[in-house]
């Protein structure tokens, strides 16, 4: 399954993955896949499947228990904590609880990829406006998440996690909280991004979004992962990135 | 438009408190460093004068008023034998005529002879600098066995004060490392504290990619921030207090900067808070820098 790794870059590649958390049993266990660059993938399976800390793996957030991580061509547990510090800057992420400043404003809050990276703060005035006008969220610019709706926090976490154009996309249950119109929406800014490159993970329960977008589908079951790519969607038109699979 | 580093901003927990804490720290801090400076200077003043030597007065008239004459110089016997004996002294002499005259000299002109006034014998007495003679025994002795003997009473109390002083200097550069020592602690607990209500913050910072160098100096600077303000009304709550001790002690004679303490030394105080910042910046700096690493 996995190819030759000097002539295909992958963004992300799992070796033999297991993984668990301090207490408890394997979440997941031994897994084998890879992301190709621009490639968009559904991340399914019922609550409790191991889904986030699939996705905690790939931001870093904690490492395997068991196996290889590899991201951007490079093996996780080797590298130096700047390097990781600059694939990390590479990565944007939504979280299933969001995860907002509740300091800042919807403004300071999409801001922060933006500052860390130490980006011009009149560019940053550009970009955010006009990101958050494009989820709708114009007017809430100056609220504070505690005033903003769970959809309208959603779709700033969303904001944040895209505002610097990462070149891994990975959304926990992005649109669990937004009308069927607003998810598709959102939806089609991951698109958006997919088309200029960006490889997106997109983990989510609707499989109404699913059955739409069509894109291949990685299952997780059991602590194993299943990939199942939709023949009757036709993949090319919604995105160019390669697919991978067995 | 929010401060650029608003990130770090989420907990004031410790805004007011940080300053206060440095405030109290540097007011102690340079009232005694003041303190002892001053008792240093005023030491090294008294030092010049305890010389390596002390004079021993033997009366040639009695209370009357009556010459004394072969009794002067039984006394001056018993007087060199009680001090050539004592521990720490290293030679005693009578001076002669001579030196008398060249002593006197300033004040009664070279040409007076000296026979004709009512002056005392003198004994001059060299003393090991290192390890002097117990005065206050010496003192004894010669009161009981020379009634007519005196030894110059304010050298005594004076070497006490030195050693007292010496002591006291001591003891507050012992509390000067205190204070150092619990300023290290207060910073890296309340840095600890801060890092831990911040937790979420700083791990959401982490994943984005910033880097350890990077929060830790947001918080090295701002504590670097918060203990300047601290010291700097600290320091200038304690200079007065010292301006005004010094004026106690010493009155308004030549000016404050040339005897109290000089003016060198208020710089070296002033450079005190500037001490404690740098301690709160090195101390955060570390305190965060190792509360990162349990972030992968
Ligand atoms: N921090 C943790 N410590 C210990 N166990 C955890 C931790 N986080 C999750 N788990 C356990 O790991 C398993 C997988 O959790 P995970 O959050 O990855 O599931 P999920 O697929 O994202 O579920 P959902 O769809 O409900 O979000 C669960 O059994 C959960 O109880
Ligand atoms: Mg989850």
């Not at chain 1, 958390?21 to 896949?33: N, Q, S």
């Not at chain 1, 609220?143 to 959603?154: C, H, I, K, R, T």
């Not at chain 2, 309340?190 to 350890?212: C, F, N, W, Y």
């Amino acid at each position: 399954m996995t190819p030759n790794e000097s002539i295909s870059p992958v963004i992300a590649e799992f070796n033999g993955v297991s993984f668990r958390y301090k207490i408890g049993t394997d979440v997941l266990k031994d897994l084998h896949f890879s992301l190709a660059p621009g490639s968009f993938h559904f991340l399914t399976g019922e609550s409790g499947a191991g889904k986030t800390s699939l996705l905690s793996l790939l931001y870093m957030d904690h490492l395997p228990t068991k196996g290889r991580v590899r991201l951007f061509g490079q093996t996780v547990d080797s590298l130096k904590r700047s390097e990781k510090a600059q694939i990390r800057r590479q990565i944007g992420v939504v979280f299933q609880d969001y995860r907002l400043l509740n300091h800042l404003n919807a403004f300071d809050n999409v801001a922060l990829p933006l500052r860390i990276i130490g980006e011009k703060e009149s560019d940053i005035r550009k970009h955010v406006t006009e990101l958050l006008a494009w989820v709708g969220l114009e007017k809430q610019m100056r609220a504070y998440p505690e005033e903003l709706s769970g959809g309208e926090q959603q779709r700033v976490a969303i904001a944040r996690a895209v505002i610097h154009k990462p070149s891994l996309l990975l959304a926990d249950e992005p649109t669990g909280n937004v009308d069927d119109a607003m998810a598709q929406r959102l939806l089609y800014l991951f698109l958006e991004l997919n088309k200029l490159g960006t490889t997106i993970v997109v983990a989510t329960h609707n499989e109404g979004l699913i059955q739409k977008f069509g894109f291949p589908r990685l299952h997780l079951h059991g602590g194993q992962v299943h990939l199942t790519i939709p023949r009757n969607s036709d993949i090319s038109k919604l995105t160019k990135g390669e697919k991978n699979g067995q | 438009m929010a401060n650029k580093n608003a990130f770090l901003f989420a907990d004031e927990t410790t805004r007011f408190y940080f300053p206060w804490i440095f405030l109290l720290m540097v007011f102690i801090g340079t009232l005694l460093c003041g303190s002892g400076l001053f008792v240093y200077n005023c030491l090294n003043r008294w030092q010049q004068g305890v010389s390596e030597s002390l004079t021993i007065q033997i009366n040639t008239y009695d209370d009357n008023g009556v010459f004394r004459a072969e009794a002067v110089n039984e006394d001056i016997e018993k007087a060199l034998s009680i001090i050539r004996t004592t521990p720490g002294v290293r030679e005693a002499n009578v001076l002669d005529e001579n030196q008398m005259g060249e002593l006197m000299a300033p004040w009664i002109g070279a040409d007076v002879n000296l026979m004709d006034l009512p002056l005392p014998k003198l004994i001059d007495v060299a003393i090991d600098p290192k390890n002097p003679p117990f005065l206050e025994q010496l003192k004894m002795d010669l009161s009981i066995q020379v009634p007519n003997a005196s030894l110059d009473s304010h050298r005594i109390w004076l070497t006490q004060l030195v050693k007292l002083s010496h002591r006291i200097l001591q003891l507050i550069g012992i509390i000067l490392i205190l204070i150092i020592f619990t300023v290290v602690f207060t910073v890296s607990y309340t840095t600890r504290a801060s890092l831990k209500i911040q937790e979420p913050i700083i791990r959401l910072v982490h994943m984005m990619g910033a880097k350890d160098f990077y929060i830790t100096t947001k918080y090295a600077w701002r504590s670097l921030k918060r203990s300047l303000i601290g010291g700097f009304l600290g320091f200038c709550c304690a200079a007065p207090i010292l301006v005004a001790l010094i004026y106690c002690f010493e009155g308004m004679s030549d000016s404050i900067f040339t005897t109290g303490i000089y003016m060198e030394q208020w710089l070296f105080l002033a450079g005190y808070p500037l001490l404690m910042s740098f301690i709160a910046f090195i101390t955060t700096f570390k305190s965060v820098l190792g509360y990162l690493k349990r972030f992968i």
